[in-house]
C-alpha cells in the first residue's frame, strides 16, 4: 500500500499563492502510482478532483483551476506537487493527494473512484 504525507498548506489572502507537497512512502512501485491527483473537500461539500497526472507527465486539470494551478511530480523523489496561484476565497478546502493503480479502472481521471490511496490532507485558507 501507498501511504501519502501532503504538506505546504495555510493561510492566504485573495491572489496569493502556495505550493503544495506530497511524499509517497511504502509500496511505490510504478504500477501503484500510474496517475496521482489532488482533490479538495470544502465542509459540507463532495471531495472534488483538482488535478491529476499520469506517469508519461499527462495531466488534466479542472475547469475552475486551469491556468491557476499547476500539478508536476518527480518520480525519482516520489513526491507530487500543486504550485496554486491567483488564489480564490472558493479555493479554500482541505486538499488530499491520492495515488491510483492499475488496479483502479473506474471513473475518469478526476474521479475518487480512480484512486486508491489517499493522505491525510492539508488545510488551505483563502482570505478576501
Known amino acids: 500500500q501507498v501511504r501519502l504525507q501532503e504538506s505546504g498548506g495555510g493561510s492566504v489572502q485573495a491572489g496569493g499563492s502556495l505550493r503544495l507537497s506530497c511524499v509517497a512512502s511504502g509500496s511505490t512501485y510504478s504500477y501503484n502510482m500510474v496517475r496521482m491527483a489532488w482533490f479538495r473537500q470544502a465542509p459540507g461539500k463532495e471531495r472534488e478532483g483538482v488535478a491529476a497526472i499520469l506517469n508519461d507527465g499527462g495531466t488534466r486539470y479542472a475547469d475552475y483551476v486551469q491556468g491557476r494551478f499547476t500539478i508536476s511530480r518527480d518520480n525519482t523523489k516520489n513526491t507530487l506537487y500543486l504550485q496554486m496561484n491567483s488564489l480564490r476565497p472558493e479555493d479554500a478546502a482541505m486538499y488530499y493527494c491520492?495515488?491510483?493503480?492499475?488496479?483502479?479502472?473506474?471513473?475518469?481521471?478526476?474521479?475518487?473512484?480512480?484512486?486508491?490511496?489517499w493522505g491525510q490532507g492539508t488545510q488551505v485558507t483563502v482570505s478576501s
Open positions: 491520492a495515488a491510483g493503480s492499475i488496479w483502479n479502472t473506474q471513473g475518469d481521471m478526476l474521479s475518487v473512484l480512480r484512486y486508491g490511496s
